[in-house]
C-alpha cells in the first residue's frame, strides 16, 4: 500500500516569497490533515480536511497560510507572505476516518527554510 | 488547556538497556493517549495508543499504561535494540491532537 505522498522534500525561499506544499493522501483516506513541526517541537495541527470540507482550522494563520482538498483526494498549503517564523516541516498526515482514536499516517514532511 | 509534557531528551541507552520515556499530560474531558515514533529520515508512525484510564498499549515491546490518577502515560521498554534509535513523542487527544515535544533516544551498541 502506497503510503501519504509529500512534495517538495526541501523549500529554501527569501521571507515575503510564496511556497506552496502538496500531498497525495492514501487512497481512500477521507481525512487529511496538515501540521507543522518547528525544530525542537511537537506537529502542530494545522488544518483538517474532511473529503473536501474543512473540519478545524482554528490554528491555521490565515491572513497568510491557505489550504485547499479539490475533489477531496489531493491538497495544497500555501505560505504568502512566507515570514522567517515559518521555517519548519510541514507534515501532511492522512486517516480512514475522522474519529481522532483512529489511526493517521503520515509524510515525511516538507522542510522549509524562510531566509 | 490541554497540554503533554514529556522528559527532555536525547537520551542516550546501550543496547539492552531498560528504556523510560516519561510522559504527562493535562486535558480536559478524557483524553486517548498516544506514542509515536520517527525514525531517522522517515514520517510519524504510530507506536502504540491507549483509549481509556488503566489500558496497556504495546507494540514492538514497548509499553505505556494510561494513568488517570498520575496523568501519565510512560513509554517503556526492557531492553532496547540500536534500531530503536528515534524520536518519540506522546501524544493526547480530546477534541484534537496535542503532541508533546518530541524526546531523542540514541542507543550505542
Known amino acids: 500500500e502506497a503510503g501519504v505522498a509529500q512534495s517538495p522534500r526541501y523549500k529554501i525561499i527569501e521571507k515575503r516569497q510564496s511556497v506552496a506544499f502538496w500531498c497525495n493522501p492514501i487512497s481512500g483516506h477521507a481525512t487529511l490533515y496538515w501540521y507543522q513541526q518547528i525544530l525542537g517541537q511537537g506537529p502542530k495541527l494545522l488544518i483538517q480536511f474532511q473529503n473536501n470540507g474543512v473540519v478545524d482550522d482554528s490554528q491555521l494563520p490565515k491572513d497568510r497560510f491557505s489550504a485547499e482538498r479539490l475533489k477531496g483526494v489531493d491538497s495544497t498549503l500555501k505560505i504568502q507572505p512566507a515570514k522567517l517564523e515559518d521555517s519548519a516541516v510541514y507534515l501532511c498526515?492522512?486517516?480512514?476516518?475522522?474519529?481522532?482514536?483512529?489511526?493517521?499516517?503520515f509524510g515525511q514532511g516538507t522542510r522549509l527554510t524562510v531566509v | 488547556g490541554n497540554s503533554v509534557t514529556q522528559m527532555e531528551g536525547p537520551v542516550t541507552l546501550s543496547e539492552e538497556a531498560f528504556l523510560t520515556i516519561n510522559c504527562t499530560y493535562t486535558?480536559?474531558?478524557?483524553?486517548?493517549l498516544f506514542w509515536y515514533v520517527q525514525y531517522p529520515g522517515e514520517g510519524l508512525q504510530l507506536l502504540l495508543k491507549?483509549?481509556?484510564?488503566?489500558d496497556k498499549g504495546s507494540n514492538k515491546g514497548f509499553e505505556a499504561t494510561y494513568r488517570k490518577e498520575t496523568t501519565s502515560f510512560h513509554l517503556e521498554k526492557g531492553s532496547v535494540q540500536v534500531s530503536d534509535s528515534a524520536v518519540y513523542f506522546c501524544?493526547?487527544?480530546?477534541?484534537?491532537?496535542?503532541f508533546g515535544p518530541g524526546t531523542s533516544l540514541s542507543v550505542i551498541p
Open positions: 486535558a480536559t474531558g478524557y483524553p486517548s
Open positions: 491507549a483509549t481509556k484510564a488503566d
Open positions: 498526515a492522512s486517516s480512514s476516518s475522522a474519529n481522532m482514536n483512529t489511526e493517521a499516517f
Open positions: 501524544a493526547l487527544i480530546v477534541d484534537k491532537v496535542i
